[in-house]
């Protein structure tokens, strides 16, 4: 049996530019440079991609779906029986700047409605305590009256 040695040759990495051995299909010298190969044609398809809206669209029904188990349409179901606004001070998409989030307990999951970042934000900083939400509310009734 004889050794066929054309598909042995010396080549030039295309990362580093090491000269190595390979066969016909291999363009890298090592791993590492292969993942780097890897990585950059990645990151020029994800900006690619990311520059489009069904992009955009595909992403957020994904996280609704894994987060929140709902899907976009649900969603948009939902954020419309609520006027479009947020559920507690009418904020917008556009006063937000971005997507209104969808409000859930932390405990059971439950989805509660859909809020601006600002409340979303205050009723998870007080720990959904509803004691605590009252309190804050007095609290401000009082300070308010104070100062009148």
């Not at 291999?26 to 993942?35: V, W």
């Not at 520059?51 to 987060?67: F, Q």
Request: aromatic share 8%; hydrophobic share 30%; glycine share 8%.
């Amino acid at each position: 049996m004889t050794f066929n040695n054309t598909a042995h040759k010396e080549k030039e990495c295309h990362i580093c530019g090491t000269l190595f051995i390979g066969t016909h299909a291999g363009k890298y010298c090592s791993e590492p440079c292969k993942l780097i190969s890897r990585r950059a044609t990645y990151a020029k398809y994800f900006a690619k991609a990311k520059d489009t809206s069904s992009y955009k669209k595909a992403r957020r029904s994904t996280n609704l779906k894994s987060n929140y188990g709902i899907t976009l349409v649900e969603y948009n179901i939902m954020l419309e029986s609520q006027g479009g606004t947020c559920k507690i001070c009418d904020a917008t998409k556009e006063t937000n700047g971005r997507a209104l989030p969808v409000d859930h307990c932390h405990t059971t999951g439950k989805i509660r409605g859909i809020l601006c970042d600002t409340c979303n934000r205050s009723i998870g900083l007080l720990g959904d305590d509803i004691d605590l939400l009252i309190s804050a509310a007095f609290y401000l009734l009082e300070t308010n009256e104070e100062s009148d």
